[in-house]
């Protein structure tokens, strides 16, 4: 029987073997929403890089780029990271070079793994009937904010691990993610506009909540090969 597994921070990673096992990376707000959006409206693949300098250099390549900090889009970019700025019009048939302040950086910290996917609640039913066919042991990894444990990304492994029937939970994370998304699930909106996000994205005018917390509005199973995330 596979086992499910679940990290609340990157920090906490390496308490983890993430080898031989499939990995999820969970950035709700925004950047696996972003990811999720930008293949689902025809983007050819995502590059994620550590830097916004790094970002840049694919731009000699024909890349679009994408950068946030903070929460706010980088000067001199083409989108943040708002999915709504992964327009068709704009990423159809394109690579973009992506960056964020949190989701970017917990999929480069999980490269020891042996697949890497990655979730919202944008791709929430595909995936796990995905990840069921796999049957592959699996560790969702919830990017949460600067190594912080958040709520929404827990509240989505929570709602993907009461999804994988017949897959072994091995720790109490895992029981805690199911117990909030069981808790939450039929107030899903009231409970993310609480989050500390979600108040983040007040003080700076962000409306991104609907679009990320639009279930299965992007039935897409992206996966990280090489060094760029293809829709598989
Ligand atoms: C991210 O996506 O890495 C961050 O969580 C912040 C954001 O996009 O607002």
Same mark, same amino acid.
């Given at each position: ?10 920090a906490l ?23 999720? #959006? ?12 550590? %830097? ?17 900090? *903070? ?13 709504l700025?992964?327009?068709?019009? /704009?990423?159809?048939?394109r690579?973009?070079?992506?960056? %964020?302040?949190?989701?970017? #950086?917990?999929? /480069?910290e999980s ?11 944008? *791709? ?13 042991d699996?560790t ?14 827990? /509240? ?8 994988? *029937? ?13 117990? /909030? ?10 409970v993310?506009?609480?989050?500390s ?5 007040k003080?700076?005018g ?9 279930? *299965? ?16």
């Amino acid at each position: 029987m596979p086992t499910i597994e679940t990290v609340f921070s990157p920090a906490l990673i390496q308490h983890h073997a993430l080898e031989n096992r499939s990995v999820v990376i969970i950035d709700v707000l925004r950047a696996t929403s972003s990811i999720c #959006y930008a293949l689902f409206e025809g983007a050819r693949s995502l590059m994620p890089v550590s %830097t916004p300098e790094d970002c840049l250099r694919y731009r000699t390549l024909g890349c679009l780029c994408a950068a946030e900090r *903070n929460g706010l889009k980088l000067d001199g970019f083409d989108m943040g990271n708002s999915p709504l700025e992964f327009s068709r019009d /704009l990423v159809q048939g394109r690579d973009i070079a992506i960056t %964020t302040t949190n989701g970017t #950086y917990a999929l /480069l910290e999980s490269r020891s793994a042996n697949r890497i996917f990655i979730g919202s609640f944008l *791709n929430l039913d595909l995936l796990a009937h995905y990840l069921m066919m796999e049957n592959q042991d699996i560790t969702l990894v919830c990017a949460g904010w600067k190594n912080k444990v958040n709520l929404e990304d827990s /509240l989505f492994a929570g709602a993907l691990a009461s999804k994988l *029937n017949d897959f072994e939970i091995r720790c109490d994370s895992t029981l805690m993610a199911i117990e /909030l998304w069981e808790n939450s699930k039929d107030r899903l909106y009231e409970v993310v506009d609480r989050s500390s996000h979600a108040r983040r994205f007040k003080r700076l005018g962000v409306d991104d909540l609907p679009v990320c917390l639009d279930l *299965n509005r992007c039935p897409v199973v992206p996966e990280y090969l090489g060094d760029r995330i293809v829709a598989v």
